[in-house]
């Protein structure tokens, strides 16, 4: 079993606006003796990732005290008032980490704890945590050998962590069945739909609690979920066929052309014409709003 903790200085990038990757890790603790205290500890400013793939430890964040099973992980900032360590009653501990300065990454850090919470449960076969498992190979092949490839994993990994926090790897076979439902329906009748309140009761769900299940699942409302739809046949439209602006509007379901005129705008960059023309565009048959 791996029980090996790989660091990184790259003078290359130490000096300039990268992002500094810092450790890369994966460890199978038994001794009592595991014990870091965030506050003593000499190695920061840092940001710490660690996923526990089997055993358990424990984690005291500002007096609170959690049990990281297999699935969790916690995300902290060093220094600051925590201690990670194997408590008396766990025989072992397994799980892969990431360390990381943070330097220009602050905010997108913020948002992904904001997202997710300080103790996230994860799973195994995510796109987060094969990107932290991918990352640990690469290091124990020797294949991180620039700050520019550090710099760019550090980028990465929080991106794979903002994006699993925005639901995007919620695929659609995961969906519970009045999810998939209501995509159907929303997907099939997005020219002729009226309301909110007409899926939500097709699929026996109040307005509130349908929406907001539906966003938990799919990671985007129904509305944008609808407009994505409208968008992609409004496209399709545009490019094989001869139907005008208001055609094409009342088609995919807006009475208002110049309402449709707005919202494909600001999904696509441009107006209705200006993409059928192609006058300076690029020409594009499909955009795929995912």
């Known amino acids: 079993m791996s029980n090996e903790v790989y660091g990184f200085r790259f003078l290359d990038t130490f000096q300039s606006s990268f992002y500094q990757l810092f450790a890369v890790g994966h460890q199978k603790i038994q001794e009592k003796s595991y014990d870091w205290d965030g506050l003593r500890r000499k190695d920061g400013p840092l940001y710490l990732f660690q996923y526990t793939v089997s055993g358990f430890g ?15 992980a916690f995300m902290v900032e060093i220094p600051s008032t925590h201690r990670y360590y194997l408590p008396t009653d766990s025989e072992v501990w397994e799980f892969y980490f990431i360390l990381f300065r943070p330097r220009k990454i602050e905010q997108e850090w913020q948002e992904v704890v904001k997202m997710l919470g300080r103790i996230p449960r994860i799973q195994e076969d995510s796109s987060p945590i094969h990107f932290l498992k991918s990352t640990y190979l690469a290091a124990v092949k020797n294949q991180i050998r620039d700050g520019f490839r550090a710099s760019s994993i550090v980028y990465q990994f929080v991106m ?81 066929t001869d139907y005008t602006i208001e055609e094409i509007a009342k088609q995919i379901g807006y009475a208002s052309s110049s309402y449709f005129i707005k919202v494909f705008h600001s999904w696509v960059g441009f107006s209705p014409g200006e993409f059928r023309t192609g006058k300076d565009l690029l020409l594009m048959n499909e955009i795929r709003f995912n």
Do not use: C
Not at 209 to 227: A, Y
């Open 58 to 72: 424990s984690i005291d964040i500002n007096g609170k005290i959690h049990r990281v099973e297999p699935g969790s």
């Open 160 to 240: 794979e962590l903002y994006r699993y926090g925005k639901g995007y790897e919620q695929v659609a076979e995961r969906w519970p069945e009045k999810i998939t439902l209501a995509a159907r329906i929303l997907t099939e009748e997005y020219h002729s739909l009226q309301s909110l309140e007409e899926i939500a009761a097709r699929v026996q769900l109040s307005k509130y609690h349908f929406s907001r299940l539906f966003k938990k699942h799919t990671g985007i409302s129904p509305m944008e979920f609808v407009t994505k739809v409208r968008m992609e046949k409004a496209i399709t439209l545009l490019r094989t």
